[in-house]
């Protein structure tokens, strides 16, 4: 069915409608350990703003809701952040934002540029900032960005329009797209348990991450913001998302899959439980104390009285629980080693 080196996607999926949850992700958790043995990467989050011109019926931070307080941290204190990261060992940073407009395509250039030159060019630098041209994401790979995390959020084209203001699976799609071209390492994932969202989505979800050969995948529980036009849709079981993330590990072996925040919050013990699922990635979040409440993409979101600093220790102490261990390193996809060297 999988292998490290060979995926027969249809027996992967027909295995997954059969399998208990425990014999899935028993599974998952073996390939897992066998093609990234025990490491668990970590990246500096950084939630550099969080004006937002998008409308996304899911997102706390949505451009509509006028309860947010905004911020928007500048170059200076970004580049900071990942000077203090690189003291601490980081060599992976994760710059995410809104889609802020004050961010055009030549400060974030300029950025990278300080970033790269300030850390000694020892660091790996992943953007999220949604959309953009193919030109603007050309200049930032230039500009010495390494990856690009942008979820399709779901594979279903109606609902995406829907839930995205109008905004097409098909142009997400072809961004993504333009980022492969350009040589990115490229990241993108979904949310589970999304209203109107069936197991059949689900399913198209994992498929079309394996279709699209991504680096990453980043997956999280939906969970509903009280000030968004889904409050009241209902929270589905973590346990659809750690289905789902096993599903994806076993079609993409090579891929780095995060723990998500996302499953932290809804479940005191989701980050290990994605870890046990076959994921190897954590995200500790680096971004100030005193900003990092105001990017509440979704209520309940944990680590926010904590430096991302202190973060790191405990994260250390839950990945010893499902017995892995925390890794400092840069941490390329092996997938997009072998892409580069065809
Ligand atoms: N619940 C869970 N995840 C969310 N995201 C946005 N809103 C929510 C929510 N309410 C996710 C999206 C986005 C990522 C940064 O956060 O998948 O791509
Ligand atoms: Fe942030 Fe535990 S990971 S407090």
């Given at each position: 069915?999988?292998t490290?080196t060979?995926?027969d996607?249809?027996?992967?999926?027909?295995?997954y409608r059969t399998?208990s949850?425990?014999?899935?992700?028993?599974?998952a958790?073996?390939l897992c350990r066998s093609?990234?043995?025990d490491?668990?990467w970590?990246?500096?989050?950084v939630e550099f703003?969080?004006f937002?011109?998008m409308d996304?019926?899911y997102c706390?931070?949505?451009h509509?809701n006028?309860k947010?307080e905004?911020y928007?941290?500048?170059?200076?204190q970004?580049i900071?952040?990942?000077?203090?990261?690189h003291e601490?060992?980081?060599?992976?940073?994760v710059?995410q934002?809104?889609e802020d407009?004050?961010?055009?395509?030549?400060?974030?250039?300029?950025l990278?540029?300080?970033?790269?030159?300030?850390t000694?060019?020892?660091v790996a630098?992943t953007?999220?900032?949604g959309?953009?041209?193919?030109?603007?994401?050309r200049?930032?790979?230039?500009?010495?960005?390494d990856?690009?995390?942008m979820?399709f959020e779901t594979?279903?084209?109606?609902?995406?329009?829907?839930?995205r203001c109008?905004?097409?699976?098909?142009r997400?799609?072809?961004?993504?797209?333009?980022?492969r071209d350009?040589?990115?390492?490229?990241?993108?994932?979904?949310?589970?348990?999304?209203p109107?969202e069936?197991?059949e989505?689900?399913?198209r979800?994992?498929?079309?991450?394996?279709e699209?050969?991504?680096?990453?995948v980043g997956i999280?529980?939906f969970?509903?913001?009280?000030?968004?036009?889904?409050?009241?849709a209902?929270?589905q079981?973590?346990?659809l998302?750690?289905?789902?993330t096993?599903?994806v590990?076993?079609?993409l072996?090579?891929?780095?899959m995060?723990?998500?925040?996302?499953?932290?919050?809804?479940?005191k013990?989701?980050?290990?439980?994605?870890?046990?699922?076959?994921a190897?990635v954590l995200?500790?979040?680096?971004?100030p104390e005193?900003?990092?409440?105001n990017?509440l993409?979704y209520?309940n979101?944990?680590?926010?009285?904590?430096?991302?600093f202190?973060?790191?220790?405990c994260?250390?102490i839950?990945?010893?629980?499902v017995?892995?261990?925390i890794?400092y390193?840069?941490?390329?996809?092996p997938?997009w080693?072998?892409?580069?060297s065809?």
């Amino acid at each position: 069915m999988t292998t490290a080196t060979s995926v027969d996607p249809k027996a992967v999926v027909a295995y997954y409608r059969t399998a208990s949850t425990g014999e899935l992700i028993q599974r998952a958790d073996a390939l897992c350990r066998s093609v990234h043995g025990d490491k668990v990467w970590l990246r500096g989050l950084v939630e550099f703003s969080n004006f937002c011109g998008m409308d996304c019926q899911y997102c706390g931070i949505r451009h509509s809701n006028s309860k947010v307080e905004r911020y928007r941290l500048t170059p200076e204190q970004i580049i900071d952040l990942t000077v203090q990261g690189h003291e601490a060992g980081l060599r992976t940073f994760v710059l995410q934002g809104g889609e802020d407009p004050w961010f055009t395509a030549d400060r974030v250039a300029q950025l990278l540029d300080s970033i790269k030159t300030r850390t000694k060019g020892e660091v790996a630098i992943t953007l999220s900032l949604g959309i953009r041209p193919r030109e603007t994401f050309r200049l930032w790979k230039n500009a010495g960005a390494d990856r690009y995390l942008m979820r399709f959020e779901t594979s279903d084209p109606d609902l995406h329009a829907r839930l995205r203001c109008g905004v097409s699976l098909e142009r997400r799609l072809e961004a993504l797209d333009d980022l492969r071209d350009l040589g990115w390492e490229v990241g993108s994932g979904f949310m589970v348990g999304l209203p109107g969202e069936t197991e059949e989505t689900r399913i198209r979800n994992a498929l079309l991450c394996y279709e699209k050969h991504f680096d990453m995948v980043g997956i999280g529980p939906f969970i509903p913001h009280p000030e968004t036009p889904l409050a009241q849709a209902p929270q589905q079981p973590l346990e659809l998302a750690l289905r789902a993330t096993a599903l994806v590990r076993l079609l993409l072996p090579l891929a780095n899959m995060p723990a998500t925040t996302a499953a932290g919050s809804l479940d005191k013990q989701g980050r290990e439980k994605m870890m046990a699922a076959g994921a190897n990635v954590l995200m500790p979040n680096i971004t100030p104390e005193d900003v990092k409440k105001n990017y509440l993409l979704y209520p309940n979101k944990i680590c926010l009285d904590e430096s991302g600093f202190e973060c790191i220790n405990c994260l250390d102490i839950r990945t010893h629980l499902v017995q892995k261990t925390i890794d400092y390193a840069r941490g390329d996809s092996p997938s997009w080693r072998s892409g580069q060297s065809e």
